[in-house]
């Protein structure tokens, strides 16, 4: 069973920075895409940044510039840097894997928090 632990979410203040970091476990095909969504209070989650394991990258259009996803192949791990944070960047940040197990099936971790705030 795929599980993908998170970590390194916190408080900030507006223009810091944090990284987070997401591991997967009982990957069984290598082959995937993995990555962060975020989800703030009444909205809807959304896409924050996806890599492949072939380095293909999407970037939600409110993130470019300032974060920068990167995956480990050999650890499973991905990893979301996170520069000059905005208020409206805080949410709860989901890791999530695409086919991790090889079939059509979507992953979810437990989610960490992220506040930007003064």
């Known amino acids: 069973q795929v599980q993908l632990v998170e970590s390194g979410g916190g408080l900030v203040r507006p223009g810091g920075s944090l990284r987070l970091s997401c591991a997967a476990s009982?990957?069984?095909?290598?082959?995937?895409?993995m990555g962060w969504y975020r989800q703030a209070p009444g909205k809807q989650r959304e896409l924050v940044a996806a890599?492949?394991?072939?380095?293909?990258?999407t970037y939600a259009n409110s993130v470019k510039g300032r974060f920068t996803i990167s995956r480990d192949n050999a650890k499973n791990t991905v990893y979301l840097q996170m520069n000059n944070l905005k208020p409206e960047d805080t949410a709860v940040y989901y890791c999530?894997?695409?086919?991790?197990?090889?079939?059509?099936?979507?992953?979810w971790g437990q989610g960490t928090q992220v506040t930007v705030s003064s």
């Open positions: 890599i492949t394991s072939g380095s293909r990258i």
């Open positions: 009982g990957v069984t095909f290598s082959i995937n895409s």
């Open positions: 999530h894997c695409y086919y991790c197990s090889g079939t059509d099936t979507d992953y």
